[in-house]
């Protein structure tokens, strides 16, 4: 996260905080739900590629009912 935006960081607080949707992010940090959703599938991207690397430990990966992962990871 060091190296990770501000917006980004403010996501995974919130998300961290179980405010998970879209849309309640995006009003708490004033952004569109759209944004928030670019922003997240930037980290998860970001995440996977670390985990792949080894520079992150990925602690679990959940099948979501729509078919999406979700990642957990550690830095």
Partial sequence: MAG???QARAICGLI??????QKEIGDELG???????GH????????KALAAK????A????MRPAG???W????
Avoid: F
Wanted: hydrophobic share 35%; glycine share 2%; proline share 3%.
């Fill in 68 to 70: 999406t992962y979700v």
């Fill in 54 to 57: 080894g520079e992150i430990e």
């Fill in 40 to 47: 997240m599938r930037r980290l998860r991207t970001r995440a």
């Fill in 16 to 21: 961290w905080e179980d405010k998970v949707s």
């Fill in 72 to 75: 957990s990871t550690v830095a």
């Fill in 4 to 6: 990770a935006r501000p």
């Fill in 59 to 62: 602690l679990y990966r959940a």
């Fill in 31 to 37: 952004m569109t739900s759209r944004s928030v959703e």
